[in-house]
């Protein structure tokens, strides 16, 4: 008996020192890299319920726990919260299904047709996704100012105006990613449909767009991050009309901290809490098909 | 006959859609053609005309599927590019705005100034009585009466007017007088109106019952292109940047909208208020996206290393957490470390028991911004990383393990170089990504501290394209979108190259 315990003891002592060894100190790597990726969350959160709400966060654990600043977010007419958060997500989910929309198409007809043009269209693709839509802001400016005096619903303001500039860059890196996907699907598998009788569009919708369903939760998900953190356009093309109904969270959460004395950190920090949860809902959701959608691009080329 | 069948919903929305995208056009390129916006209006008759062709034709099968995101792409993408490569050849900016035509009537209009000394006449107001228009009705010291209206200007007979005791006017025959009440009444309305005095010149009222004659100072001489100040007799001729500019250099504003050539380039390069910043926020650029790639890049890779055992069962739950700030919202953390990094109550320094100046520091501003994109940065880099881990092949690296390679040698040795092979072309992108990464600058340090040198216009943490940003919206002066454009132009060039670079070592061009 007492030797088989001992032996139980001994391989037990050796198994800790071991395991100490070979992952504990993973262990501690992964909770010290987590510490620090969390940090601003925590802060963040703390922030959120400090009433004083005057500077930023004092302690971890605040004095005075509550909620008057997320109070004050819900109840100001000059900032409208919810209506930024609607702004938001309205403008980002309809410019990620857009972008995803008219990826997917011309991806479909760089990967299986060949048609003049094809390598124009391609190299075109590839310069403009260098460009950044940012650099050109004052061009946009101008051409909106333009458009502004024939067709004001289209211009500075509106989200529709504020989307389909967007869905001018949706031929960039999107439709480079899913082309690549769309390389990966056997062309066999859409000769075959053919000759039982498929049309070209039954072979998008129903062979090609299920087999590339993971892609496209990427494009989407990348999409609508890139809108909702997407700050230049929105705050030149929507903050111009002075109307704060017009802004998105991005950039009207900006302005609680803008001002050089009047920085209210605390109702700043609510909302952005608030912010982060479709976002990180979303991601984590998806999670899967992000790590295998980035790589795509590194190991297909 | 027609027969319905499956196809005949999505035939019938395809009618549905062409019909609505038609009737848009022809709705809107009048009123775009009446703008004088004749660019606008080009494209969107051959967008839609190259729709219909397309979507109406049986053969433009790839066409249907790529032609809505090509025009898009062209006038959202391309078009802005182009123009902002033309912007770089002009001078616009605040000042030099509008075209030459209104720039001049502009400038005439703004040069009316009260006539010298004995510019002050006693007056009336009053209203027509046919009209109900307001009128000044103007004593002149040559004893004339003169009737000031908006378009007109007349002069009324004596025997029209009765006079009072301290000869101011006390009646008009044809007008009704208005007493001071009634003036104080309308007097917002009153003090804009400029009533005409006949020979160009203005009557505008400064008191009751006192108007103010104001002459034109300049005058456009059309034929010759010049123009000429009335009272001083100085005459201003255009330069080539669209100014009207003295002999002794003085510049009328507002000036008009004109190519200068290279002007925007040249003055980037010599201009010293321009160039010395540059030069600064341009090697600054290249340090930042550089240290940026390498710090995420080597603590990512650690990261991955160090979780991808077999037996670390917990991997998926730190996977997943050590993600989230890649999730996050990049606008909202940037500016939640802004507050971090506070001098007086920033957590940091909470936490550090010290009072560093992170943001006003020229060199602790910039290590805050790299310690932010180390934290913004390290999980994309951990995932690629894990990603191109597992792709390694593992019996070469059981190889080397058999041949008896220490754990180091087959870190440096075979890791390290067959990930950072395989990474080559997303690190490239990312180096681009970050030589223009504007949130990273614009909304943790604004690009501050500034750098005194430079006027305020950059600053040391700014990078090229968060500086462009602030020459073309926020620099003291008025935006200058002329200068802004050019520097886009460069900024555009440098990762232009970079990326050319990338795609040439990842070899996608040719796999296409």
Not at chain 1, 64 to 87: M, T
Not at chain 1, 200 to 224: E, M, R, T
Not at chain 1, 275 to 296: D, E, N, R, W
Not at chain 2, 499 to 506: E, H, L, N
């Amino acid at each position: 008996m007492t030797t088989i315990e001992q032996v139980i003891v001994k391989e037990k002592r050796m198994t800790t020192s071991r395991w100490l060894r070979v992952l504990g100190w993973r262990h501690l790597v992964a909770i010290f890299s987590i510490s620090f990726a969390l940090f601003p969350l925590v802060w963040m959160a703390s922030a959120s319920f400090d009433q004083l709400g005057l500077v930023s966060a004092q302690k971890l654990i605040p004095d005075n726990i509550g909620l008057d600043n997320y109070r004050k977010i819900f109840n100001n007419p000059e900032a409208p919260y919810f209506i930024w958060y609607r702004n938001a997500v309205v403008i980002s989910l309809a410019n990620a299904l857009l972008q995803m929309a008219i990826g997917a198409c011309a991806s479909y007809a760089l990967s299986r047709f060949r048609f003049q043009g094809r390598k124009v269209t391609l190299l075109t693709i590839l310069v403009v996704q260098m460009f950044p839509q940012l650099l050109s802001v004052t061009a946009l400016f101008v051409l909106l100012a333009e458009i502004n005096q024939s067709i004001p619903t289209l211009s500075f303001g509106s989200p529709l105006a504020l989307i389909i500039i967007f869905a001018g860059g949706a031929l960039g890196v999107n439709a480079w990613i899913l082309k690549g996907f769309f390389d990966t699907i056997p062309t066999e598998i859409d000769e075959s449909a053919k000759v039982d009788g498929a049309s070209h569009a039954q072979i998008f919708f129903k062979i090609i767009l299920p087999l590339a369903l993971p892609a496209l939760a990427v494009i989407v998900l990348l999409s609508f991050i890139g809108t909702m953190n997407e700050f230049v356009l929105t705050s030149v093309i929507m903050g111009v009309t002075g109307d704060p109904n017009d802004l998105t969270l991005a950039v009207g959460l900006q302005r609680f901290i803008d001002g050089q004395y009047d920085q209210q950190w605390g109702p700043f920090a609510a909302g952005a809490l608030l912010a982060a949860i479709p976002v990180m809902l979303l991601f984590l959701f998806l999670q899967k098909y992000v790590v295998s959608g980035l790589t795509a691009g590194a190991t297909k080329g | 006959m027609l027969k319905w069948t499956h196809k005949s919903p999505w035939i019938l929305l395809k009618i549905f859609l062409l019909g609505a995208l038609n009737s848009f056009t022809i709705w809107a390129v009048p009123i775009l053609i009446s703008n004088g916006s004749y660019v606008f209006a080009g494209y969107f008759i051959f967008a839609t005309v190259v729709i219909d062709y397309v979507f109406l034709s049986k053969k433009r099968v790839a066409g249907k599927y790529i032609i809505p995101g090509v025009l898009l792409l062209i006038a959202f993408t391309i078009y802005p590019a182009l123009f902002t490569g033309y912007i770089a050849f002009t001078n616009y900016s605040t000042g030099h705005i509008l075209n030459k035509e209104t720039a001049i009537e502009v400038l005439i209009s703004n040069s009316y100034q009260s006539a010298a000394d004995d510019s002050a006449y006693p007056a009336r107001v009053a209203t027509d009585n046919l009209t109900g228009e307001y009128v000044f009705i103007v004593q002149r010291p040559t004893g004339e009466i003169t009737v000031a209206r908006k378009e007109s200007s007349a002069t009324l007979p004596r025997s029209d007017v009765t006079l009072a005791e301290d000869g101011t006017i006390d009646s008009a025959i044809g007008f009704k007088l208005l007493s001071e009440d009634e003036i104080f009444a309308v007097s917002d309305v009153l003090s804009e109106l400029s009533l005409q005095a006949g020979n160009d010149e203005f009557f505008k009222l400064v008191d009751i019952g006192i108007v103010e004659r104001l002459i034109k100072t300049l005058e456009y001489d059309a034929e010759k292109d010049i123009i000429t100040n009335t009272q001083t007799g100085e005459i201003y001729r255009p330069n080539d940047r669209g100014s009207m500019v003295s002999d002794s250099g003085e510049e009328l504003e507002p000036g008009w909208q004109s190519t200068v050539g290279l002007y925007n380039f040249q003055r980037v390069i010599e201009d010293e208020r321009y160039r010395a910043p540059m030069v600064q926020v341009l090697t600054w650029t290249f340090i930042f996206a550089f240290l940026v790639v390498l710090t995420t890049f080597f603590a990512g890779f650690l990261l991955a290393l160090t979780l991808n055992h077999p037996k670390l069962k917990a991997k998926r739950i730190y996977r997943s957490i050590l993600i989230v700030p890649y999730a996050m919202p990049g606008v909202l953390s940037m500016l939640t470390w802004r507050g971090m990094y506070n001098e007086d109550n920033g957590i940091i320094n909470r936490i550090i028991g010290s009072e560093l100046p992170w943001l006003s520091d020229p060199t602790l501003a910039k290590a805050a911004v790299l310690i932010t994109q180390l934290w913004a940065g390290t999980p994309y880099m951990f995932l690629i990383c894990t990603g191109a881990i597992q792709a390694l092949s593992s019996e070469v690296i059981e190889a080397a393990q058999v041949d008896g390679a220490s754990p180091s040698k087959i870190f440096w040795k075979i890791k390290l170089p067959l990930v950072l092979y395989s990474l080559t072309p997303l690190l490239i992108a990312s180096y681009a990504y970050n030589f223009s990464n504007f949130n990273a600058i614009f909304l943790l340090t604004g690009g501050g501290p500034q750098i005194i040198e430079s006027g305020g216009i950059a600053g040391h943490t700014d990078i090229l394209i968060s500086y462009t940003y602030r020459l073309a919206f926020t620099a003291g002066k008025g935006n200058d979108y002329g200068l802004a454009s050019a520097v886009s132009f460069l900024n555009f060039a440098i990762i232009a190259i970079i990326s050319v670079y990338g795609f040439r070592k990842s070899k996608s061009v040719e796999n296409m």
